[in-house]
T-cell receptor, first 115, second 116 residues
Framework: NAGVTQTPKFQVLKTGQSMTLQCAQD?????MSWYRQDPGMGLRLIHY???????DQGEVPNGYNVSRSTTEDFPLRLLSAAPSQTSVYFC??????????????FGPGTRLLVL | AQSVTQLDSHVSVSEGTPVLLRCNYS??????LFWYVQHPNKGLQLLLK??????LVKGINGFEAEFKKSETSFHLTKPSAHMSDAAEYFC??????????????FGSGTRLQVQP
């Protein structure tokens, strides 16, 4: 079991460039989500998905797109990168129920720098 | 609406002394509460969780937390700090929103420093 994997680990972009952050999980979790982590702000939810074909916006969705064509994969797209998107991005997955099923499993993160 | 307040952004203790990381929450519905730990340049790892069973919850690495509904608190403790405990700790609340969906809210984090 690899758990939650993310690629790349580190990326430098120029303003206006686009890129996709990859996230995959092999635990057959229905619920997947993307967070960004900024100093002193904890983790903020960008987008989430409760199953294949279903996505919804989180707290800070602007500038990001997602899709969920399979249970395993949940890529995050930056269409036109901005310096304000410099952050560490974490993907997480869970069974999506309540109680113990709410436990989220996190990937190792992608560190993004936008110049 | 729900929120989480971690009362200390930074805590410094000596090795072998007790650890107390404070967390207060607000939630309209019965919450689940979690503590996660993040070591430098790593992802988040679950330490422990409260999901409406026993109010005193034991986690990994000797950590425990007590859910106190009357005080809306979920403080994290450990009797004796170890150097390897130096990390950032996040308190997280999950509860049902008005839409029926459950949502997680993260605290801003407490950085624990352990002095030799």
């Amino acid at each position: 079991n690899a758990g939650v994997t993310q690629t790349p680990k580190f990326q430098v972009l120029k303003t206006g460039q686009s890129m996709t952050l990859q996230c995959a999980q092999d635990m057959n979790h229905e619920y997947m989500s993307w967070y960004r982590q900024d100093p002193g702000m904890g983790l903020r939810l960008i987008h989430y998905s409760v199953g294949a074909g279903i996505t919804d916006q989180g707290e800070v969705p602007n500038g990001y797109n997602v899709s969920r064509s399979t249970t395993e994969d949940f890529p995050l797209r930056l269409l036109s990168a901005a310096p304000s998107q410099t952050s560490v991005y974490f993907c997480a997955s869970s069974l999506g129920g309540t109680g113990d099923q709410e436990t989220q499993y996190f990937g190792p993160g992608t560190r993004l720098l936008v110049l | 609406a729900q929120s989480v307040t971690q009362l200390d952004s930074h805590v410094s203790v000596s090795e072998g002394t007790p650890v107390l990381l404070r967390c207060n929450y607000s939630s309209s519905y019965s919450p689940s509460l979690f503590w996660y730990v993040q070591h430098p340049n790593k992802g988040l790892q679950l330490l422990l969780k409260y999901t409406s069973a026993a109010t005193l919850v034991k986690g990994i690495n000797g950590f425990e937390a007590e859910f106190k509904k009357s005080e809306t608190s979920f403080h994290l403790t450990k009797p004796s700090a170890h150097m390897s405990d130096a990390a950032e700790y996040f308190c997280v609340v999950s509860s049902r929103m008005d839409t029926g969906r459950r949502a997680l809210t993260f605290g801003s984090g407490t950085r624990l420093q352990v002095q030799p």
